[in-house]
């Protein structure tokens, strides 16, 4: 197993890696839509769902990157959203940054997110 640390998405606030890639395939931890050039307190509070959305992807990106891959190689994506009226702005703003790639995705209703943000996003990918 290999640990990923990418100063491209925010460090883990826990006992967790950025990510973990093993057997070919990269897991990356959930992802909040914190730019990691504004560290954790200068994110908040959350802007527009869409832009969290693209955020979030982009913190997913860059540890799928550090580790050899990237969103064209992801297989399966978990959407832990914190209300479905938010849901259309979600998938715009996902079908936007991943184009015609479609993974396999699930999207989890949540009652609340750390900080008040819309999203979590977690995934797996393979390696290049």
């Not at 699930?106 to 609340?112: D, F, G, L, R, Y």
Request: with cysteine; net charge negative; glycine share 12%.
């Amino acid at each position: 197993m290999e640990r990923i640390e990418t100063k491209g998405a925010p460090p883990p606030a826990g006992h967790y890696s950025q990510g973990i890639v093993h057997g070919g395939l990269v897991y990356v931890a959930g992802q909040l839509p914190i730019d990691p050039a504004l560290g954790r307190e200068g994110s908040l509070p959350p802007g527009p769902v869409g832009e969290q959305t693209e955020r979030t992807l982009r913190n997913v990106q860059a540890i799928l990157e550090a580790a050899g891959s990237g969103l064209d190689r992801l297989l399966q994506v978990t959407i832990y959203v914190s209300a479905m009226e938010h849901w259309g702005e979600v998938n715009e703003a996902y079908a936007r940054v991943l184009g015609d790639h479609r993974p396999a995705r699930a999207v989890v209703p949540v009652k609340e997110l750390h900080h008040g943000f819309a999203l979590e996003i977690q995934a797996i990918a393979c390696v290049r």
